[in-house]
């Protein structure tokens, strides 16, 4: 009785005792079976310990993968039919199963275009989490590819707005007509620098340094929420290209320094050497240390 006790609060459960083969409680198997057990809790503890090591690390990565994944050129069928699934896993509740919106939900998608799609998904507004609510950029919930396929299915069935492609920011002669456009069309909401300001009725225009190109050139082709839309005629494809110069340059000379994660390509490969290399040296490590004992 005593031993059991004793047992019980030395491991803080009771373990499962086919593990180890013994089944009689005799006092010298107890002994042995003690023994053996708290060489087998060691080694269970370890390779617990080195799973939820890799099961962070693998996080990590996917965060990273999710957030600098190459974008892909032009798409197809595949694309849109893979669209079409992930829209009826992460989209139709609200939106409708053709598109078409829901009422008290979320509004229609026909005619909204690839680039709103490529806007509101990327920053991570949509999925939508609640109702209502202001919906403030967060991390994205889907990475390039699959954000590129959500787009390529809702333009296929609305049309709309392109998710823009190519070379979307302006040479450095563009940056003085960026910077007077910028002033005239973009300053009354997002501040003559850019970094956001409060609107009427409770609303905010988010500052503009988390944006990329891409995401500039989307939100204004797309006009989400109070932002006006602002087509080929309103700002021409290379006045928009300056635009976006522009904001990049205030940006980088008001960057307070640091990692910028997302503005440096290669360290999404840095990061699965490193995953790879720091897993490896655990599972070395802890070879070694189940060897010694
Ligand atoms: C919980 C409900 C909800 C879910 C889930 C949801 N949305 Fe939305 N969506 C909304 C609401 C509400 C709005 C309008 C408010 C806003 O723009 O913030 C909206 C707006 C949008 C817009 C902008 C429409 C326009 O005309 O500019 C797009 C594009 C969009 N959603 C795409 C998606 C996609 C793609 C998914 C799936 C990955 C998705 N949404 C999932 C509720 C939702
Ligand atoms: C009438 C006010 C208004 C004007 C003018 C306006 N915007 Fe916006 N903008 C907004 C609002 C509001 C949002 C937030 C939309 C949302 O969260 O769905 C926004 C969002 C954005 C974003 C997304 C920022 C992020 O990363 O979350 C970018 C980029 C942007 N605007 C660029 C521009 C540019 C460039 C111009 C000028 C060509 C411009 N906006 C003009 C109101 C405005």
Redesign the pocket.
């Known amino acids: 009785m005593n031993d059991d006790i004793d047992d019980e609060t030395e491991l803080g459960f009771e373990p499962a005792v086919s593990a180890t083969g013994a089944s009689e409680d005799t006092g010298a198997s107890r002994t042995r079976r003690r023994s053996r057990r708290g060489g087998l809790r060691r080694r269970l503890g370890a390779t617990a310990v080195l799973f939820a090591a890799l099961a962070a690390m693998g996080a990590g990565y996917a965060a990273f993968a999710g957030t600098s994944g190459a974008s892909s050129t032009g798409t197809s069928q595949e694309d849109v039919q893979a669209g079409h699934q992930?829209?009826q896993v992460?989209?139709i509740?609200?939106?409708g199963a053709n598109l078409e919106g829901i009422r008290g939900?979320?509004?229609t998608?026909i005619g909204?275009g690839g680039a709103?799609?490529y806007f509101?998904?990327s920053t991570g507004?949509?999925?939508?989490?609640g109702?209502g609510a202001y919906?403030a950029r967060k991390p994205a919930k889907f990475n390039e590819k699959q954000t590129e396929q959500?787009a390529a299915y809702?333009e296929s069935i609305g049309g709309g707005p392109q998710v823009p492609t190519g070379k979307l920011r302006g040479d450095d002669k563009s940056l003085g007509d960026g910077g007077a456009l910028f002033r005239i069309n973009c300053a009354s909401c997002h501040g003559t620098t850019g970094r956001g300001a409060p609107l009427s009725a409770g609303k905010i225009a988010p500052g503009l340094y988390d944006a990329n190109d891409k995401q500039m050139y989307a939100a204004m082709l797309?006009g989400?929420?109070s932002m006006p839309v602002f087509s080929n005629n309103a700002l021409t494809p290379s006045e928009k290209k300056a635009i976006i110069a522009y904001i990049q340059t205030i940006k980088a000379s008001n960057d307070p320094g640091g990692a910028g994660i997302d503005r440096i390509g290669p360290v999404s490969e840095a990061i699965v050497i490193w995953v790879a290399g720091i897993g490896l040296l655990m599972v070395v490590i802890l070879w070694i240390g189940a060897r010694s004992q």
């Open positions: 992930l829209y992460s989209c509740t609200c939106h939900q979320g509004p998608l909204a709103a799609v509101q998904v507004r949509m999925p939508a989490v109702q919906e959500l809702i797309s989400p929420e």
